[in-house]
């Protein structure tokens, strides 16, 4: 919703008391760390979102207390659920079965800001839903020792949150919904998805 508005141009100046602060440039700062209730279950297990953890986070979570059986669990569950792929496999079947609908609703008449609306809500509950059930999962499978370390961990690493208006918002928002009325995107996307693939494999 914060987003959506800096978007559409509005000021959300209001919200400094929440730890929004404006930079001097326009832009949007928010400290994580300082206000965790901008911050989602998924969020918050987003560094994670590779398939492997890094030197960085195995030595660190090792320091705090995890054992490497801990590490294991937690490194099996990333390669099976890579959420970057499941994220946009989700978001193709969403756009293979919306696209027209969407299109439709875009052309009708003053269908512009609705048609983006319903794209923006649909798109979040999607991504919403399967960051939930990713981190949730991943969660779930430790005991509560490690998911003490862990959820501490993650906490402690979390850094700031920068935003802005998009740059020449109007126009690509029209290339894009026409994009998807030419089915443009819809098999850019799918190509892009299965290359990155058929390199991992």
Same mark, same amino acid.
């Given at each position: ?10 000021? =959300? ?5 929440? %730890?929004?602060?404006?930079?001097? @440039?326009?832009?949007?700062? /928010? ?9 989602? #279950? ?19 979570? /090792? ?10 669990? #937690?490194? =099996? +569950?990333?390669?099976?659920?890579? /959420? ?9 079947? +969403? ?15 003053? %269908?512009? %800001? ?11 509950? #999607? ?40 740059? @020449?918002? *109007? ?13 443009? +995107?819809? *098999?850019?996307?799918?190509?892009? #998805? @299965? ?7």
């Amino acid at each position: 919703m914060v987003f959506d508005q800096v978007d559409a141009g509005e000021e =959300v100046d209001y919200l400094e008391g929440y %730890g929004v602060k404006k930079n001097s @440039n326009g832009s949007y700062t /928010i400290s994580l760390k300082d206000h965790v209730g901008w911050v989602t #279950i998924s969020e918050l297990f987003m560094p994670l979102k590779s398939e492997h953890l890094s030197e960085n986070d195995r030595e660190s979570l /090792i320091a705090r207390g995890l054992n490497e059986k801990d590490l294991q669990i #937690i490194e =099996v +569950y990333l390669k099976k659920n890579n /959420i970057l792929k499941l994220r946009q496999w989700a978001l193709y079947d +969403y756009l293979q079965d919306s696209s027209e609908r969407l299109v439709s609703i875009y052309n009708s008449k003053n %269908g512009q %800001g609705r048609a983006l609306e319903t794209y923006k809500n649909e798109i979040k509950a #999607i991504e919403f839903e399967v960051e939930d059930k990713w981190a949730r999962k991943l969660y779930s499978e430790l005991d509560a020792r490690a998911q003490r370390v862990l959820l501490s961990y993650l906490t402690e690493s979390l850094g700031s949150l920068s935003f802005a208006r998009t740059k @020449n918002f *109007d126009a690509s928002v029209d290339n894009f919904f026409k994009s998807l009325e030419r089915k443009e +995107y819809l *098999d850019g996307f799918k190509n892009e #998805i @299965n290359k990155e693939e058929k390199d991992e494999g």
